[in-house]
């Protein structure tokens, strides 16, 4: 297979999940598009470097939370704010969804990050160890202490 059609097929298998995974940290559908498009680019210059290499799926979330983070320096570094205000109103047309994302953005990055991978991608909890690089008994401890902090974040705002 090519280059090419190997990008293709992983951007056919990951990239509304990848962009889904940026819109978390950028609440922005835009930016998440362009950083899963970057990140696409970086996996084709990688295919193209060392066609025979094996790349992991946690891969492509590395990257792109790597991304992120430059995204977030630049922005910081130009006095504009990522994230929404933890204090921000919520309008009647809200959907659950868009609370319940509310509510993650107030948990610190690796909660957020546990918590997004195991629910929303549905990986399980070694995949998770792996992307990571932290311990399997690490994943369910920051998992469990995740959930309990998100139900009191979400307990208060109801």
Known sequence: MSEVSQVDAWVIAWGDKLVKFAAL???????AQDIAQETFIELYRLTLRQPDLDIHPGWLYRVARNKIRDYARR???SGKALLVSEGSAVSDGWTVRV???DALVRLSRMDQECLW????????VDEISSLLR???AS????????????????GDDQ
């Open 25 to 31: 940290y950028t609440h922005d559908p835009d930016l």
């Open 75 to 77: 922005k910081m570094l």
């Open 99 to 101: 609370l319940v994302q």
């Open 117 to 124: 991978l195991f629910y929303y991608l549905d990986l399980p």
């Open 134 to 136: 932290i311990p399997p």
């Open 139 to 154: 994943v369910r401890g920051r998992l469990y202490r995740a959930r309990r902090r998100f139900k009191a974040i979400w």
